[in-house]
């Protein structure tokens, strides 16, 4: 059964707040770059810096990060398309570079994002935003901007829709596709961004 | 998919799938210090070279190097290839040692064919006989798409010894999937046994066909594989089938020039119609075959390897009736 945890109202909220925190922990975004982990991760900071510049007037850089080609789990779980790597605008070095990224699970992802980063560079420093934190790490990846803490089980997926790929903003709540329940691999990025 | 055999593995989908991993994996790389993606950690290229070749070997082997797979290169000469090992028992001796992928140059045409069916990793043509070699045309296509912006719609025209030639052959299959539209340029002699049923043109004409084609690829006349003489003298078979200065000039003006090398300059193609800086593609093609290789290698190798027991019931080896007869090489007698 699927439940609505955000609506679009609780989203737009949401990603005001974390701007907010954003602007206070950044100095007012000085030297501060977003970028965006593919596929799901990437309009997030669109709409982040969209409002920052809404609240002072400061425009952060956007970029995008395929971290496909670092990821430890191919092996498990297939080879997939790989999508577009886009430095910001300025690139990462000595920039504070925030992740961001839908959904924060296992941690891997992360972990492969920081992998990837490497290769665009020496940021000064990194942090970690998300929509929404689920639980269940398997690493120590903890985030610095967390949009809504949802306790969840591994039998249960989250889906973040966002209006531009999905013509709504929500939080969706909804039982793991069969089969894919087993600990730790029940994300997939396949199935429409389900994590 | 788990080998990458003959063009024709692959449909619309696919190839378009190879070429836009090959697009990322040269804007992954470019630019950067250090050229290494850790991808492909841990898996084991066997490049298996049982005939000469320059740009595919080291092409394939920098392509699994960039990925951080480990590589070993091999080749007959210098090898118990020389000792009269067969094409089998070669097999074997790399399936024991545990590759995950083995890269076959051979000058027998269906060489890698039987070789997928003796190991349990993937198998790549790198270039059989006279039959064919997808790496390449995959590459041709990946350096048409980026110099013409498309390949669906193109007009090919392919020059030179098809008879003897695997990169047209795999080029006629893989260009014809992505929609481009092949003519064929040879004298009569260098055109295979039922070419007519081949998805291409075929015309004996080359001034003719030159000014509606948008790329142009000359073959290399294969003089290695030509026991009789398919034409009276190299002379005039450059002056019918040769590109020239004056044959260039035919050309559409943003019209290119391709060549897989390697170029018998003077004979097939004129070397300054070669070195043409704004037409010909000649160097391009062999940067962007990297790119188009490291594609492949992720593309079947990324995944879970039919080598992991824990994700297959455990596998039989191989098929016991085929552990038997020993094709492949014939087994010379021993010299060493």
Not at chain 2, 115 to 137: C, F, I, K, Y
Request: charged letters at 25%.
């Amino acid at each position: 059964m699927t439940r609505a945890l955000l609506d679009a109202a609780n989203v737009a909220r949401v990603v005001d707040r974390m701007a907010h925190q954003l602007l206070e922990k950044t100095g007012g975004g000085r030297d501060t770059v977003l970028l965006g982990i593919q596929t799901r991760g990437v309009p997030l900071p669109r709409a982040l810096a969209a409002r920052v510049r809404a609240f002072e007037d400061v425009d952060l850089p956007v970029g995008t990060l395929d971290v496909t080609l670092h990821r430890d789990d191919l092996r498990l779980r297939g080879v997939r398309p790989l999508a577009e790597t886009e430095e910001p605008p300025g690139g990462v070095d000595g920039k504070l570079v925030v992740l961001v990224d839908d959904v924060l699970y296992s941690g891997r992802t992360v972990r492969a994002a920081l992998d990837a980063l490497r290769d665009l560079g020496r940021p000064r420093a990194v942090q970690l935003a998300v929509l929404v934190d689920r639980g269940h790490r398997e690493l120590p990846i903890r985030a610095d901007y967390v949009g809504k803490n949802l306790p969840t089980s591994h039998a249960e997926t989250v889906r973040v829709l966002v209006s531009e790929v999905d013509g709504r903003d929500a939080v969706l709540l909804e039982p793991a596709p069969t089969g894919s329940a087993r600990a730790g691999q029940a994300r997939s990025g396949a199935a429409g961004g389900a994590r | 998919m788990r080998h990458l055999l003959s063009a024709a593995d692959l449909g619309r989908d696919d190839a378009l799938a190879v070429l836009d991993t090959a697009e990322r994996m040269e804007s992954a790389i470019a630019g950067r210090e250090v050229k290494k993606l850790p991808t492909l950690r841990g898996r084991t290229v066997v490049n298996l070279f049982f005939e000469d070749s320059t740009r595919t070997r080291t092409s394939f082997e920098l392509a699994a190097k960039r990925l951080s797979a480990d590589v070993v290169t091999f080749s007959a000469k210098g090898s118990s290839v020389s000792k009269g090992e067969s094409l089998k028992d070669t097999a074997l001796t790399l399936e024991a040692m545990g590759s995950d992928a083995v890269v076959v140059r051979h000058s027998m045409s269906g060489a890698p064919h039987r070789l997928a069916g003796w190991v349990r990793g993937s198998v790549v043509n790198a270039g059989d006989g006279t039959h064919e070699h997808p790496t390449q045309a995959l590459l041709d296509a990946y350096t048409m798409r980026r110099r013409l912006g498309r390949v669906d719609g193109l007009r090919v025209t392919i020059v030179g010894d098809v008879l003897h030639s695997r990169v047209a052959r795999s080029n006629v299959l893989l260009l014809a999937t992505l929609g481009a539209e092949v003519t064929l340029v040879a004298p009569p002699t260098l055109l295979p046994v039922g070419v007519e049923a081949w998805p291409a043109a075929v015309s004996y004409d080359l001034d003719a066909s030159l000014p509606k084609a948008d790329a142009v690829m000359m073959l290399r006349v294969q003089r290695e594989r030509m026991g009789d003489s398919y034409f009276p003298s190299a002379r005039e078979y450059s002056r019918r089938y040769g590109l020239d200065r004056r044959r260039l000039a035919l050309l559409p003006d943003d019209a290119i020039v391709m060549h897989a090398g390697p170029m018998n300059r003077g004979m097939e193609i004129a070397a300054e119609v070669a070195d043409d800086p704004r037409r010909s593609t000649i160097v391009e093609q062999v940067s962007n075959g990297v790119s188009v290789r490291m594609a492949v290698l992720y593309l079947l190798l990324g995944g879970p390897s039919p080598r992991d027991p824990s994700l297959l019931g455990a596998p039989s080896p191989r098929d016991p009736a085929l552990l038997g007869g020993g094709a492949g090489t014939v087994p010379r007698r021993r010299r060493a």
